[in-house]
Nanobody
Framework: QVQLVESGGGFVQPGGSLRLSCVAS????????MGWYRQAPGKQRELVAT???????HYADSVKGRFTISRDMAKNTPSLQMNNLKPEDTGVYYC?????????WGSGTLVTVSS
């Protein structure tokens, strides 16, 4: 079973930037959709951004224009560039890669946005 590991989280002031990365413990040969999700304290996990196999992207309204999802072409894992971060972006961020018969998740990386 492939394991995903996120990195790049941390503490940042409002207006700052972070870049999240996701690496896999094994080979991901194909995918249908990859993405990033987040869970704020006391809230349910929510979708942040997805990237389809055909390169179409989708963003939550709250992050449009600030976040950009991209793909590591060789490893089939997603990255997330986060700019102009806001306190409401605080949470644990999870990467996900799904295929026809697979659904891989990481254990999350914490992003804290605070002054």
């Amino acid at each position: 079973q492939v394991q995903l590991v996120e990195s790049g989280g941390g503490f940042v002031q409002p207006g700052g930037s972070l870049r999240l990365s996701c690496v896999a413990s094994g080979r991901i040969s194909s995918f249908d959709v990859m993405g990033w999700y987040r869970q704020a304290p006391g809230k349910q996990r929510e979708l942040v951004a997805t990237l389809m196999h055909g390169a179409n992207t989708h963003y939550a309204d709250s992050v449009k224009g600030r976040f950009t999802i991209s793909r590591d072409m060789a490893k089939n894992t997603p990255s997330l560039q986060m700019n102009n971060l806001k306190p409401e972006d605080t949470g644990v961020y999870y990467c996900n890669v799904r295929g026809r018969r697979s659904d891989f998740w990481g254990s999350g990386t914490l992003v804290t946005v605070s002054s």
